[in-house]
């Protein structure tokens, strides 16, 4: 017997990859997930709650394993703080190789559809792990103001979505994986750490 809930998920993932979100309607969902209407109803109640469903099953455990890196980091360095927030994209990639058409498809609109409630869940789901981070970044960057880190951190979600959306088809390797991380960690950590755009040093407590 399948996990109904869970094949609402897949269904959804896969028409919202392809469609967007409100080109998506519940009866395709259905159609879909071969449920009926009333299957949606009792495990989610309305669209929006897919949508948080989807969207959820991607960004908790990527959060979480986000939180679990910046936890354990001692006395971190800018680099180590890039490093803890785009490796765990990377991993769970890789993680989800069955399914990562659909969802890195999907991941790769999330930034580029600002419509509601698009928006608006995704701000909710990465505003406070961000802000954990800019917390760190803020006194080892004092030459930039917290606004320009704020823009430097969206900035490099906006990279971590285009991995997301570009990955290939056949997946990664776990040494293709680690090289991929490397590689964005040295790009990031130096575009975070540029001089600030006005030459002015923050005066901000």
Not at 63 to 69: A, F, K, S, T, V
Not at 146 to 175: C, K, M, N
């Amino acid at each position: 017997m399948g996990d109904t809930k869970a094949d609402i998920l897949d269904a959804a993932e896969r028409l919202f990859a392809a469609n967007g979100y409100g080109a998506t309607s519940i009866r395709s969902i259905t159609r879909e997930a071969g449920v009926n209407v009333a299957a949606v109803h009792y495990h989610f109640g309305s669209k929006e709650r897919v949508l948080r469903g989807v969207l959820d099953r991607i960004a908790v455990p990527i959060n979480d394993r986000r939180q679990n890196l910046l936890d354990a980091l001692d006395n971190p360095s800018v680099a180590d703080l890039i490093e803890a927030f785009v490796r765990p994209d990377l991993e769970i990639l890789q993680e989800m190789q069955d399914r990562h058409r659909a969802a890195a498809r999907f991941a790769g609109r999330l930034y580029a559809d600002r419509s509601e409630p698009m928006a608006t869940i995704t701000r909710e789901q990465f505003a406070a792990i961000a802000a954990r981070f800019v917390e760190h970044l803020v006194p080892r960057l004092p030459h930039l103001t917290t606004d320009e880190i704020w823009w430097r951190i969206h900035r490099t979600v906006a990279v971590i979505i285009d991995i997301f959306s570009g990955y290939p088809e056949q997946g990664l390797s776990p040494d293709e994986t680690e090289e991929m991380i490397h590689r964005l960690v040295n790009y990031l950590t130096t575009a975070m750490e540029a001089p600030s755009p006005k030459g002015a040093r923050s005066t901000e407590t």
